[in-house]
C-alpha cells in the first residue's frame, strides 16, 4: 500500500508537513492521485474489532555513517491501541532528548529512514506498515506550511493530494480554518501569520483530511505558554469531533498529563516504553486547570516517575510495562 507511490520522499515528507524551509518550490498539483486502499477481506464488525495501533517488538538501530557503529534508538516497543469509536484515545509520550519519541512517530507514519523498524513491526487496523498513508497525518513541531500558497490552499492540500475536486476541496478547507479560528485569513500567507497561527494551519490542513491517527511531534514546543495553553484546548476542542487517535509527544509534563489519556514514559536511550500512566480527560480549559493545586499534584507525581526512570536508566525489567492509573482518577 504505498498511499503516496510514485511521488519523490522529498514529497512525501511535504506531505506530513515537514519544515517550510524544504517545501519553498514544491509544485504539488503535479503529482499523482492516491491509489485507492485494498479492500479489507473482514466483515465490518471483525474490523471494527481490530486495535488502531498494534505496536509489536518494535527496535530500532541506525548506523552511524561515519563510525560505522550501531545505535540503537529504540528496544523491544511493544504497545496496543484499541479502536475507541466516537471516542479515540490521546497518548501523550514522555522521555528524555534521543530515547527515540520522534523514531516511533516515524515509524507509525511509515517515513523513511525511520521506518521500516529493524526488529519487529507496526499494524495499523490489522494491516503492517507499509509507508505513508492518509489515514495517518502528522504535525511537526516547525511551522509546516508551503509559503507560496495561501492559507486556504494550505489547508486544501491534502485534499487536493486527495483528487478532492476544487469547490469541495475549498469548502472543506474554509469550514477548517474556522474551527481552527482563523476565519478571515484565508487569502493571507503563512509569512503573514505568528507562530501560535501557523501552527493552527498545521493542524486544520492535517485535520482536513481526516486521518485515523494524528501524530504530533512536539507540535506545540515553540509557543509561549498562553498560546501553549489555546492550542491546547483547540486540539481537545477539535479532537472531540474527529474520533481519531492521537500520538503527542512532548517535554511539557503539564501538557502530557493534561491532554493524555494515557501517558507512555519512555527510558532514555535506547528508548524503552516503561510505564503507562491512565489519567482522566480534562473537565475544565487548560489555563484554569493547569492552575489547581490537584493538577499540580498529579504533575508532580508523573515527573516523580519521569525522573525516576531517567535516574536509572530503564524503569522496568526488559519488555515489561509498568501500567497504572493516577492515584484516585481525577483531575480537578
Ligand atoms: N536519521 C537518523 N540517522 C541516524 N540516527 C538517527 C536518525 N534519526 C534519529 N537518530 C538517532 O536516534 C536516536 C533517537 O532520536 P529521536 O529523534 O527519535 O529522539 P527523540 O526522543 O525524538 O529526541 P528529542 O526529544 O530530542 O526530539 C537519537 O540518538 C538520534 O541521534
Ligand atoms: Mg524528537
Known amino acids: ?38 479492500k479489507n477481506q473482514l466483515t465490518p464488525e471483525a ?93 511537526f513541531q516547525s511551522y509546516s506550511s508551503f509559503p507560496c500558497y495561501t492559507i486556504l490552499e494550505n489547508v486544501a492540500f491534502g485534499l487536493k493530494l486527495q483528487g478532492v475536486p476544487e469547490k469541495e476541496r475549498e469548502d472543506i478547507a474554509a469550514a477548517w480554518i474556522k474551527k481552527v479560528k482563523l476565519g478571515g485569513f484565508e487569502k493571507a500567507y503563512p509569512k503573514e501569520l505568528s507562530g501560535g497561527m501557523r501552527q493552527r494551519v498545521a493542524l486544520a490542513r492535517t485535520l482536513a483530511v481526516k486521518p485515523r491517527i494524528i501524530l504530533m511531534d512536539e507540535p506545540f514546543g515553540a509557543l509561549d505558554r498562553i498560546t501553549r495553553w489555546e492550542m491546547q484546548d483547540l486540539l481537545i476542542e477539535l479532537w472531540s469531533e474527529m474520533e481519531a487517535t492521537v500520538f503527542l509527544v512532548t517535554h511539557d ?42 493538577f499540580a499534584d498529579i504533575v508532580n507525581e508523573i515527573s516523580r516517575k519521569v525522573e525516576a526512570v531517567d535516574s536509572c536508566g530503564i524503569g522496568s525489567s526488559a519488555g515489561t510495562v509498568r501500567t497504572n492509573s493516577h492515584t484516585d482518577g481525577s483531575h480537578a
Open 1 to 38: 500500500m504505498r498511499w503516496l507511490g510514485g511521488l519523490s520522499d522529498h514529497v512525501r515528507r511535504v506531505f506530513v508537513q515537514d519544515s517550510a524551509e524544504e517545501k519553498e518550490h514544491e509544485h504539488p498539483e503535479q503529482y499523482h492521485k492516491p491509489t485507492p486502499k485494498p
Open 253 to 294: 509534563i503539564p501538557e502530557a498529563v493534561f491532554l493524555g489519556d494515557r501517558v507512555f514514559i519512555f527510558s532514555p536511550r535506547p528508548g524503552r516504553l516503561v510505564e503507562i500512566v491512565k489519567l482522566p480527560r480534562p473537565t475544565e480549559k487548560a489555563a484554569q486547570m493547569q492552575r489547581t493545586a490537584k
Open 47 to 139: 474490523y471494527a474489532a481490530l486495535p488502531v495501533v498494534d505496536c509489536k517488538g518494535v527496535t530500532k538501530i541506525f548506523r552511524d555513517p561515519r563510525t560505522g557503529q550501531d545505535m540503537t534508538a529504540l528496544q523491544d516497543i511493544n504497545f496496543t491501541i484499541e479502536d475507541a469509536p466516537k471516542v479515540g484515545e490521546l497518548i501523550t509520550m514522555l522521555g528524555p532528548s534521543g530515547c527515540g519519541k520522534s523514531t516511533l512517530l516515524n515509524i507509525i507514519a511509515g517515513l523513511e529512514p525511520h521506518f521500516p523498524p529493524t526488529r519487529g513491526e507496526m499494524i495499523v487496523k490489522g494491516e503492517p506498515v507499509t509507508g505513508p498513508g492518509p489515514d495517518r497525518g502528522m504535525v
